[in-house]
């Protein structure tokens, strides 16, 4: 286990890239979710408040495309992901 000193001394694209390769390997979706949400804030900070809303809207359009996956062929592409969500989440 890195100690916060080891990491700290790391550049952020090195901090960066390490934690989406732990990610990557762990399969950690949970992670990825977190970097999406934190990206329009950090842009702020960054000074970049247009790049924001654009990252903001977006995400809003995935969230919406996620929200109208029940139609047509998309639909019928992600029923094995239905499927299996149902199978390990219905009683």
Do not use: C, W
């Amino acid at each position: 286990m890195p100690e916060f000193e080891e990491l700290d001394a790391l550049t952020s694209k090195e901090l960066h890239d390490k934690a989406v390769r732990t990610a990557l390997k762990h399969l950690d979706m949970h992670f990825f979710f977190n970097l999406l949400a934190s990206i329009p804030a950090a842009e702020i900070v960054a000074g970049n408040e247009d790049e924001a809303n654009e990252d903001v809207v977006s995400l809003a359009k995935r969230l919406q495309d996620a929200v109208h996956a029940d139609e047509g062929e998309l639909a019928d592409a992600l029923r094995p992901l239905y499927v299996d969500y149902l199978l390990k989440h219905e009683p």
